[in-house]
């Protein structure tokens, strides 16, 4: 879940290497994804990490995708 000003909070990874991505849905039900991260854990701390979506491709306001 991501708030209202674009965060959000991954807890308890063990340390060590993840690809993390984004996935979700828009209103009109049309999903989008990020680019993958490439993160590397510690064994203590905080990591910060952005992720970059895409939404060029974003349906038009009133448009359906099959």
Same mark, same amino acid.
Not at 3 to 27: C, H, I, M, Q, W
Not at 28 to 42: E, G, H, I, L
């Given at each position: @879940? !991501?708030?209202?000003?674009?965060?959000? *909070? !991954? /807890?308890? *990874?063990? %340390?060590?290497?993840?690809?993390?991505?984004? *996935?979700? @849905?828009?209103?009109? &039900?049309?999903?989008? &994804? &990020?680019?993958?991260?490439? !993160?590397?854990? %510690?064994?203590?701390? @905080?990591?910060?990490?952005?992720?970059? !979506?895409? *939404?060029?491709?974003? %349906?038009? %306001?009133?448009? /359906?995708?099959?």
């Amino acid at each position: @879940t !991501v708030d209202a000003a674009g965060g959000f *909070l !991954v /807890e308890n *990874l063990k %340390p060590g290497e993840y690809r993390l991505s984004a *996935l979700g @849905t828009r209103e009109d &039900s049309s999903r989008f &994804s &990020s680019r993958p991260a490439q !993160v590397t854990m %510690p064994a203590s701390g @905080t990591v910060e990490v952005t992720l970059e !979506v895409d *939404l060029s491709n974003a %349906p038009a %306001p009133g448009s /359906e995708r099959p």
